[in-house]
C-alpha cells in the first residue's frame, strides 16, 4: 500500500502568491516523521521543514509552513509569497520509528512560479 | 564539515559491466541509505544500514550489493549493468538523535 500520496502531479502559481501541496500518508505507526524536500532541476534534494507526530504545532521555517491534521492523516506544504527561485520539484516523505527511520516517499509535484 | 559525498557524479556503464558507488559520510551517522529516482517519480529505497556491519534491503534490492564495514563509508555495488538501473541513485544518512536526513549530490548513471 502507497504509504505517502501526492495526488498533484503539477501546479503553477504566480509570483508572490501562496501555494499548497498536498500530501496524505497511512502509517499505523504512532511515532513517525514527515518531511517536505525541495528537488530543483539540478536534482539536489534540498530538506524544506518537518513535523513529528507528537508535535502539538504546526512546524514553519521561513515562508513554508506544514499545515499537520493527524486525524486526517495529511501534511500539506504550504508556501507563501511564492519566488520564481520556488520552481521545482516538492516531495513528501515519511518515517517511522518502527522501521529504521527509512523514508517513504511521495511521486512528487512540481510548481512552476509564473511572473 | 563536507556532510554527505558522492563519487562519481556522473558514469556511463555498458549493459553487462559492473561498478561500485561510493558514499561516505563524515556525521558520525549510525543509518545509511542508497535511494534511486527514475525520470519523474519519488525516491525509492535500495539497501539501508543501521551501523557497521549490518545491511538489510529496502524497496528494490535486485541488482545491488551494500557493505558496511565502516561508520563513514556505505558503497553500493552494481554486478551486471542493465539499462533498467539506469537512473540517479541518491546515498543519505541520519543520526539517532537527529530527524533530518542528510543528502548526497546524487550520481547520475546511465546503461547502455
Known amino acids: 500500500a502507497q504509504k505517502i500520496t501526492q495526488t498533484q502531479p503539477g501546479m503553477f502559481v504566480q509570483e508572490k502568491e501562496a501555494v499548497t501541496l498536498d500530501c496524505t500518508y497511512d502509517?499505523?505507526?504512532?511515532?513517525?516523521?514527515l518531511f517536505w524536500y525541495k528537488q530543483p532541476s539540478s536534482g539536489e534534494m534540498i530538506f524544506l521543514i518537518y513535523?513529528?507526530?507528537?508535535?502539538?504545532q504546526n512546524a514553519t521555517e521561513g515562508r513554508y509552513s506544514l499545515n499537520f491534521q493527524k486525524a486526517r492523516k495529511s501534511a500539506n506544504l504550504v508556501i507563501s509569497a511564492s519566488q520564481l527561485g520556488d520552481s521545482a520539484m516538492y516531495f513528501c516523505a515519511m518515517r517511522e520509528r518502527s522501521n529504521d527511520y527509512k523514508l517513504s516517499f511521495g511521486a512528487g509535484t512540481t510548481v512552476t512560479v509564473r511572473a | 564539515n563536507a556532510g554527505v559525498t558522492q563519487t562519481p557524479k556522473f558514469r556511463i556503464l555498458k549493459i553487462g559491466q559492473s561498478m561500485t558507488l561510493q558514499c561516505a559520510q563524515d556525521?558520525?551517522?549510525?543509518?545509511m541509505y542508497w535511494y534511486r529516482q527514475d525520470p519523474g517519480m519519488g525516491l525509492k529505497l535500495i539497501y539501508y544500514?543501521?551501523?557497521?556491519?549490518?545491511?538489510d534491503k529496502g524497496e528494490v534490492p535486485n541488482g545491488y550489493n551494500v557493505s558496511r564495514s565502516t561508520t563513514e563509508d556505505f558503497p553500493l555495488r552494481l554486478e551486471l549493468a542493465a539499462p533498467s538501473q539506469t537512473s540517479v541513485y541518491f546515498c543519505?544518512?541520519?543520526?539517532?538523535?537527529?530527524?533530518?536526513?542528510?543528502f548526497g549530490p546524487g550520481t547520475r548513471l546511465t546503461v547502455t
Open positions: 544500514s543501521v551501523g557497521a556491519g549490518i545491511t
Open positions: 502509517t499505523s505507526d504512532p511515532s513517525y516523521g
Open positions: 556525521m558520525n551517522h549510525n543509518y
Open positions: 543519505a544518512s541520519t543520526g539517532s538523535d537527529s530527524y533530518e536526513q542528510y
Open positions: 513535523q513529528g507526530s507528537y508535535d502539538q
